[in-house]
């Protein structure tokens, strides 16, 4: 199965198209060539026709060309980088707080699911006298809501941001972890009530899961914008990502 998952994946991946090697052919988003229907249909009423010319030639209500707000002074990169960091992904990575706290909370991630990993096998072996069938089946309450309920997270992290759920998401994620001792050796009550746990617990883990990256992103995102071509020309994102993933490793 976890072959087949990532055979899927891997053709997935092939056939996506990113926005910019599609710009770099011409393509633009909202691009379609309408062109020759105009042309088939005899050009259309006239009054039509001065009616659309005039509403692709007036201004929009909002010019995005300045949309963008002011860059604060603290995300302008010194002229000279100091020896410590001579990279400007590297300094930015060592002096801003705001992405010392993105990576802690992938550490934080990573290290309660590494403890789930390594301590659930032996605690169901313990307790229920679970072979490795059944206790690879009771990470299921731990996967599945993670699985289901992560899309939702981060449409709701990009639409009220990562403070909120940064606040609530360790606060919720305390309150299972603090009743894992609680199920003790028995039958399917006390296994029921370790499932529920693990899922209260996976609940947590989905608000933790989308804010390392979407922080990092938007603080590197006004670096990128306030320190034009010093990060290379398509910016430092994908050194972010390693980095992250060098972090959650």
Same mark, same amino acid.
């Given at each position: 199965?976890?072959?087949?998952?990532? +055979?899927?994946?891997?053709?997935?991946?092939?056939?996506?198209?990113?926005?910019?090697?599609? $710009?770099?052919?011409?393509?633009?988003?909202? =691009?379609?060539?309408?062109?020759?229907?105009?042309?088939?249909?005899?050009?259309?009423?006239? %009054?039509?026709?001065? %009616?659309?010319? !005039?509403?692709?030639?007036? @201004?929009?209500?909002?010019? $995005?060309?300045?949309?963008?707000?002011?860059?604060? *002074?603290?995300?302008?990169? *010194? =002229?000279?980088?100091?020896?410590?960091?001579?990279? @400007?992904?590297?300094? &930015?990575l060592l002096a801003s707080p705001r992405i010392h706290v993105a990576q802690t909370t992938?550490?934080?991630?990573?290290?309660?699911?590494?403890?789930?990993?390594?301590?659930?096998?032996?605690?169901?072996?313990?307790?229920?006298?679970?072979?490795?069938?059944?206790?690879?089946?009771?990470?299921? *309450?731990?996967?599945?809501?993670?699985?289901?309920?992560? *899309?939702?997270? +981060?449409?709701? &992290?990009?639409?009220?941001? &990562?403070?909120?759920?940064?606040?609530?998401?360790?606060?919720?994620l305390a309150i299972p972890l603090i009743y894992l001792p609680i199920p003790h050796a028995?039958?399917?009550?006390?296994?029921? $009530?370790?499932?529920?746990?693990?899922?209260?617990?996976?609940?947590?883990?989905?608000?933790?899961?989308?804010?390392?990256?979407? =922080?990092?992103? %938007?603080?590197?995102?006004?670096?990128?914008?306030?320190?034009?071509?010093?990060?290379?020309? !398509?910016? @430092?994102?994908?050194?972010?990502?390693?980095?992250? %993933?060098?972090?959650?490793?």
């Amino acid at each position: 199965m976890g072959l087949a998952f990532l +055979g899927v994946d891997v053709v997935l991946r092939l056939g996506m198209v990113e926005r910019t090697v599609a $710009k770099g052919y011409g393509a633009e988003d909202g =691009e379609e060539g309408g062109g020759g229907d105009e042309e088939a249909n005899g050009g259309g009423d006239e %009054s039509e026709g001065v %009616s659309r010319n !005039e509403s692709t030639e007036s @201004p929009p209500l909002i010019d $995005k060309t300045n949309s963008n707000p002011p860059i604060d *002074p603290s995300y302008l990169l *010194p =002229e000279t980088l100091p020896r410590w960091a001579p990279n @400007p992904v590297l300094y &930015v990575l060592l002096a801003s707080p705001r992405i010392h706290v993105a990576q802690t909370t992938t550490l934080t991630q990573a290290t309660v699911l590494v403890l789930f990993g390594a301590i659930i096998p032996l605690v169901s072996e313990e307790l229920f006298n679970f072979t490795s069938l059944n206790a690879g089946l009771i990470f299921t *309450p731990l996967v599945l809501p993670y699985l289901v309920l992560g *899309p939702l997270a +981060g449409h709701l &992290v990009d639409r009220h941001g &990562v403070k909120p759920f940064g606040t609530l998401g360790p606060l919720f994620l305390a309150i299972p972890l603090i009743y894992l001792p609680i199920p003790h050796a028995g039958g399917t009550p006390e296994i029921l $009530k370790f499932g529920a746990i693990l899922a209260f617990c996976s609940l947590g883990l989905c608000m933790l899961s989308p804010l390392s990256v979407v =922080e990092a992103s %938007s603080v590197m995102e006004v670096y990128d914008r306030g320190n034009r071509g010093r990060f290379g020309k !398509e910016g @430092p994102y994908a050194q972010l990502y390693a980095v992250n %993933s060098m972090v959650f490793s």
